[in-house]
């Protein structure tokens, strides 16, 4: 099956809005064996999203388009492509309750313009929204088809992972099945590198890296008759890399840093604490994403200010001007400090310059220490980086590097292992 | 001048490759009064790249084409466009030269493949590459424009902003002025609902609203032969655009929550200070990614256990237990406790249920209770939600809420206005 991706918006065109939907949906569709030919975007113009209709039409055997199925007047998706499948729409009580019933949710009543939401070309498949009132639609015909979703992220991310995936994949005759990777400390060039042979000779399974911000998501896919003949291929690449590249995987599946962390913290029955200067709050916030936390996680001083960094986390006066805020005994005495206050285990503090200003010739903007202290052992890992890229890159490395030695620390060591509980 | 932006890479269809170029390139050309009708990306395939450039050539009169110039055997994006120009290739000793000169420079011999990136459709003007070895070119040809442009970003940026946008801006005789509305607690459909008229009479200036996370950009654009006739035109759709949803409306131009937070308390004098409980850090982390927040921003405090809500903070115990962490009480508390220990003069704090686990009947889950403190004053403004959506969406509303109110407390209290400094 050949796919294009139309996003409709003129926000896309006047450079707006970044076009993440075609990225989130070449990786969906790549996964489940659909190949994408063309991605596409034009604004809300009725006349060229028809006429472009018509060329991704011929050349491909599935459209999927995002935006302009929302209440206002430029969105003219549905409507157009009823016209291309030549199919009426008419107006559907269903789904006129389920926004009606949304709107009294949130205490407001439905304004009229809602009431162009409510109309679904004949003979579609409706894809109802959990997180907004524009449905989604699936019109199929002469071996053609077209999937039409809402344009919000929230809106389409959950829709095309729990309603379009299963409904194509049982287009999809051939079964694939795919493992992956998250790698940090190691770049994706350097990955490709380490595993060049590999991906020179892939065939089955093929193998495709993805870089995230600061790490890299490595998939392994097998296509076969049945899941179990595809782990049968899978097995042997699978531990070619892990002896390669092993001491970068963090986890063998598409998890987060944060969550990784979190759920070792949570076996091992510890708790971890966070005493923040130029991460300014987002080790916090990257960990409280996640659901259920709190038993692991309760507090974060973010001290930016080195009056805070004394008061609150009682670094010493002497230890601040005779070495810098950013320094290392900085970062162990701040970590020490939250370990007092937080009674946790496990201690995290990042002090660093995250940039633009603020650097020296001998401590320069990306310079970075970080620490770990085991209030158990009371051991340190102090880490010290200069990070390259800008003031958010830095934060985020900073944040990133430390929680990926924190989970190679519990990992490894049993002495943070080993507390009763 | 209509144009349409074509990216060449496989990369892109398989989801590899973020495409940032369409969103760049957009942006560049929408400053400057050139339209972009749309965006397309075929792979590294020769019959649907010709196939394509047909379909965007009859519909555009400039095509600016991305990727495919480089050394390797899939690189065909010049050939492609001599072809459909009807142009020859010659062999140019003048960028041998510079190739070689380059890698003299990585001290590397010149492997032969690079040859290959010698070759230049006759007629076409060169775009030299600061940051690499593929050149761009300009085609021209019965008034239709090509621009080849290199894959990488730091190649194409420079070569694009140095070489394309002078080159461009000789042949675009209109000038575009916009302005920018930023907009919260008010969507974009009640956004355009309140300008209905405006949207519906739009002809010069035009209007555009953008959903972003939480709020809502509004664009306002006047097309004319200079930026002062622009003005005049922009000038009472700008006053209308006020008078009606001024109240919403937080800054005049492309700015976040937390940017314009920052500067209103540099520019008073002020300090804020944090205690997050359900935003666990992510109000901080908006702050600190400003460069320089640190003249008003010193201390967050992240309690998302009430043991630290208590001992931290001084939240009185039985505060927690006759109203429980997420009431009232406790949000002043905590502001109030952020206040003894920062000493600043606006503390926020946020308490709530983000979910999806934690709701009751009483206390369901999205109640959020945020609270404002001005500490020279003693006053305080406390905010009670239900927010609707998931977690993430419940602590990022939480957030921008507490920051929206703080900017409008900031814009209208004289008392906090009125410090001395």
């Known amino acids: 099956?050949?796919?294009?991706?139309?996003?409709?918006?003129?926000?896309?065109?006047?450079?707006?809005?970044?076009?993440?939907?075609?990225?989130?949906?070449?990786?969906?569709?790549?996964?489940?064996?659909?190949?994408?030919?063309?991605?596409?975007?034009?604004?809300?113009n009725p006349v060229r999203l028809e006429d472009m209709i018509g060329y991704y039409y011929d050349t491909s055997d599935l459209i999927i388009a995002t935006g302009g199925l929302g209440p206002t007047e430029d969105d003219l998706t549905k409507e157009i492509f009823a016209k291309w499948f030549g199919v009426p729409l008419y107006f559907?009580?269903?789904?006129?309750?389920?926004?009606?019933?949304?709107?009294?949710?949130?205490?407001?009543?439905?304004?009229?313009?809602?009431?162009?939401?409510?109309?679904?070309?004949?003979?579609?498949?409706?894809?109802?929204?959990?997180?907004?009132?524009?449905?989604?639609?699936?019109?199929?015909?002469?071996?053609?088809?077209?999937?039409?979703?809402?344009?919000?992220?929230?809106?389409?991310?959950?829709?095309?992972?729990?309603?379009?995936?299963?409904?194509?994949?049982?287009?999809?005759?051939?079964?694939?099945?795919?493992?992956?990777?998250?790698?940090?400390?190691?770049?994706?060039?350097?990955?490709?590198?380490?595993?060049?042979?590999?991906?020179?000779?892939?065939?089955?399974?093929?193998?495709?890296?993805?870089?995230?911000?600061g790490e890299v998501l490595l998939r392994v896919t097998a296509s076969g008759a049945s899941d179990s003949e595809n782990q049968k291929l899978l097995e042997p690449m699978v531990e070619e890399i892990r002896s390669r590249i092993g001491d970068h995987i963090y986890a063998e599946r598409d998890a987060e840093l944060s969550e990784v962390l979190f759920e070792l913290l949570r076996d091992k029955g510890l708790k971890i604490a966070l005493a923040e200067s130029c991460t300014g709050g987002m080790m916090a916030d990257m960990l409280v994403s996640h659901s259920g936390v709190s038993e692991v996680f309760g507090v974060s001083v973010v001290a930016y200010d080195n009056a805070v960094k004394a008061s609150v986390l009682g670094v010493p006066a002497e230890t601040l001007e005779t070495f810098g805020a950013v320094s290392e005994e900085t970062a162990r005495a701040m970590s020490e400090g939250i370990s007092k206050i937080s009674g946790a285990e496990l201690c995290i503090s990042v002090t660093g310059i995250a940039g633009p200003d603020g650097g020296t010739e001998k401590k320069p903007v990306g310079l970075v220490y970080m620490d770990l202290y085991n209030s158990l052992s009371r051991e340190h890992r102090t880490f010290k980086q200069v990070f390259t890229g800008n003031r958010e890159r830095v934060r985020q490395a900073s944040a990133m590097k430390a929680f990926y030695e924190a989970i190679q620390w519990l990992k490894a060591d049993l002495t943070i292992a080993s507390k009763e509980i």
């Open 1 to 44: 099956m050949k796919a294009t991706i139309l996003n409709v918006g003129t926000e896309l065109l006047v450079g707006s809005t970044l076009n993440t939907h075609s990225y989130y949906i070449s990786q969906k569709l790549h996964e489940i064996g659909v190949g994408v030919l063309y991605h596409a975007v034009v604004g809300d």
């Open 92 to 213: 559907s009580e269903e789904i006129r309750e389920d926004i009606e019933a949304r709107f009294r949710g949130f205490g407001r009543p439905m304004t009229p313009n809602n009431l162009r939401q409510c109309y679904v070309p004949e003979g579609a498949e409706i894809l109802w929204n959990e997180n907004g009132t524009a449905t989604g639609f699936i019109l199929e015909k002469d071996g053609k088809i077209a999937i039409l979703l809402p344009g919000p992220p929230r809106e389409l991310r959950p829709m095309f992972e729990k309603q379009v995936i299963p409904w194509l994949r049982q287009r999809v005759s051939q079964v694939l099945t795919s493992r992956y990777f998250k790698i940090f400390g190691l770049g994706e060039s350097a990955t490709e590198d380490r595993l060049s042979d590999l991906f020179a000779a892939q065939i089955n399974p093929t193998l495709a890296t993805y870089a995230k911000t």
